[in-house]
């Protein structure tokens, strides 16, 4: 049975996710924007914490540890080359390392950009993927530490996963991305369609989070530097896809 994955809600608009799995009662959390919420939850469906993934160092990613480990003893898994920046770790992974949790392995991939030392968790048999600041909804990360080219490699990895994965991003940015995207995609129809589901799940409350990763294929500009229209839109015709991701970036921060 695949693993049964929970959206919390934290802050004013991050999320947080638990992943549990019946049969071993195992439960991991990945990223703690806040205590409160997370803790609720685990009180509410009777379940309790063994593992803590942290995808990165930022404080709307791991500020509600503490209060989540005073109640739960989890092991805490986050990226080697965040160690000196994070929480102490229990397991500390890099690129191409995988670990087990309830039967299944985990797979740990290097996406760095947003910061340096980001990692995102793929659970290859859910069909998930747990992608935080970097591969968002109809967007991607603002670049604090790393360059284009180091983002669209670690965005280049996640495009190549199946098309099937559940991107499970760290935000609801989705209706703003949205406004975005369609200034550098507007012939898009899979777009505008896209558009106007999020319109309306947003109108109602609902999370546009998690996506399916050929969804953003489709329709998320920043995996789609190779585009004719985008590369057009933007002047850039027949330019290196790098390079075109570069520009969509810098229009996303100025727009």
Known sequence: MPHQIITVPCLS????????????????????????????????????????LL?????????????ILAAHSAQVVGASADAHRLPPLDLAVTEGDSFEF?????????????????????????QAVFTADSLMA???GRLFEGSPQVMWQSLSKLAALPPQTLI????????????F??????????????????????AKNIPTVPSKLALELATNPFL???????????GMQGADVSDVFAEIRRRKDAF
Do not use: M
């Open 13 to 52: 608009d991050n999320y947080a996710f638990l992943i549990h799995d019946d049969e071993s009662g195992q439960t991991a959390l990945v990223d703690a924007p806040a205590s409160e919420p997370i803790l609720a939850e685990l009180t509410a469906r009777g379940w309790t914490l063994s593992h803590v």
């Open 55 to 67: 995808t990165h160092h930022h404080w709307d990613h791991v500020d509600g540890l503490a209060g």
């Open 102 to 126: 309830a039967g299944e392995t985990v797979q740990v991939l290097d996406v760095s950009g947003h910061t340096l030392g980001h990692v995102a968790f793929h659970f290859p048999d859910s």
């Open 138 to 140: 109809l967007g991607c």
């Open 168 to 179: 499970y991003s760290g935000h609801e940015y989705t209706q703003a991305n949205a406004r």
């Open 181 to 202: 995207a369609i200034t550098v995609d507007p012939d898009n129809v899979a777009l505008h369609e896209r558009i106007d589901d999020i319109t309306a799940k947003r």
């Open 224 to 234: 789609r530097p190779d585009s004719t229209a985008i590369q057009t839109q933007v």
